[in-house]
């Protein structure tokens, strides 16, 4: 990602690159990711990325990195949105509406 602020109906690419000096611990293989959208105080869980996952631990390598993800927001409500990896790394994004 490399904004935190997007316009509906664009296309969010997205990646998860390990930076540290030791290696990041995750819960699928390959990692998963989850799309979360903010509702007043609490998270309302959307949708996981689609992808065939195994159960089981992997890990990035420091300077490793996860491939690229697109997220569609076409019809997606403005707001605040997370996205959530079960390598335990979230970011979070705001979706602006577009204006008519």
């Not at 997205?14 to 903010?38: D, H, M, V, W």
């Not at 990325?49 to 019809?75: K, M, Y």
Request: glycine letters at 8%; a negative charge; proline letters at 4%.
């Amino acid at each position: 990602m490399d904004a935190d602020v997007y316009n509906q109906g664009e296309i969010i690419e997205f990646y998860l690159i390990n930076e540290g000096s030791e290696k990041l611990t995750c819960a699928n293989t390959p990692p998963s990711f989850g799309i979360y959208r903010q509702l007043n105080y609490s998270w309302e869980f959307l949708t996981e990325q689609v992808e065939t996952v195994a159960p089981g631990f992997s890990h990035l390598e420091p300077g490793e990195s996860t491939r690229v993800r697109r997220i569609i927001t076409t019809n997606w409500t403005h707001g605040r949105y997370k996205i959530v990896s079960d390598c335990g790394i979230s970011r979070e994004f705001e979706l602006r509406g577009i204006k008519r």
